[in-house]
């Protein structure tokens, strides 16, 4: 048995799941997603709770898609009400990033602006050297902030680009210089 597929996911007020043929549709204040879902997995609404069950429990596979799809159910439950958020940090002297619009304008140490566009449904605030990047999707949410922080990863030696809030990067020594002694 899946320990974390047999939890029952609790489903709070506002919230309203429904099974649409395939399709696992979840409406909350902040938005509505869906949830395609495998032919081996069933989902099952009693009331306030959802739980989910496989085809055969004693299956390696359908244990992992057990697991699977009851996070997902439940991202999907906390995603409409309340959404989710990354922090970005970015480090580097005259590295910055601006609002334009929609999207997102970049200065990387590059010899042009980076102009990042936005998918449907993310929004992005900044403040002073901080990027949040917000959404409903939790999904959609890391991949938009993954791909931003790809644009400059940190390297190692002074530290500089983009990194995730509370990141550790770990700095290396560079150059060693010679003693003055040395002949």
């Known amino acids: 048995m899946s320990r974390v597929g047999k939890q029952p996911v609790q489903i709070p007020d506002g919230i309203t799941v429904t099974l649409d043929g395939a399709q696992c549709v979840v409406k909350g204040p902040k938005g509505t997603l869906s949830l395609p879902m495998h032919e081996r997995v069933k989902i099952a609404i009693d009331g306030t709770v959802a ?14 898609l057990w697991g699977l799809y009851r996070v997902l159910l439940s991202n999907l439950i906390e995603g409409v009400q309340k959404g989710f958020s990354k922090q970005l940090e970015i480090r580097g002297v005259g590295f910055r990033a601006a609002p334009d619009g929609k999207d997102l ?10 102009k990042f566009v936005l998918p449907e449904g993310i929004t992005a605030v900044v403040e002073k050297n901080i990027v949040t990047i917000a959404g409903i999707d939790k999904q959609l949410v890391g991949e938009t902030a993954a791909k931003i922080r790809k644009h400059r990863p940190p390297e190692p030696y002074k530290g500089k680009g983009i990194r995730y809030v509370g990141e550790f990067v770990r700095q290396k020594a560079g150059k060693v ?3 003055a002694g040395a002949k």
């Open 177 to 179: 210089v010679k003693t």
């Open 105 to 114: 304008l970049l200065n990387l140490g590059f010899s042009h602006p980076i």
């Open 51 to 64: 739980s989910v069950t496989v085809a055969n429990p004693n299956d390696k596979r359908d244990r992992a």
